[in-house]
């Protein structure tokens, strides 16, 4: 179940993380696929720096850091 609520919470990330972006994205659904990976990656980094995540909210929070984190990261490649 952790799993599916991850998966959720990065779609939600990765629509936010494209508004915030405004056009230096990858569109609705690459947005989305960016937000899914990261929340893996948001999660992990708030965890490895020391930072406690409970809720919904915190692990919104935590995908959409990820997710901007690897927006930041692609177009840095790109």
């Known amino acids: 179940m952790g799993i599916v609520v991850t998966i959720i919470v ?3 990330a990765g629509y936010l993380a494209g508004i915030i972006w405004k056009g ?3 569109g609705l ?27 919904i909210i ?3 929070i935590a995908a959409l850091i990820g997710a901007i984190i690897l927006l930041w990261i692609i177009n840095k490649i790109r």
């Open 24 to 26: 230096r994205g990858f």
């Open 58 to 60: 915190a692990q919104i």
């Open 10 to 12: 990065g779609l939600i």
């Open 29 to 55: 659904i690459g947005n989305l696929i960016v937000g899914v990976v990261g929340s893996f990656i948001g999660g992990f980094l708030l965890r490895l720096i020391g930072f406690s995540i409970h809720g």
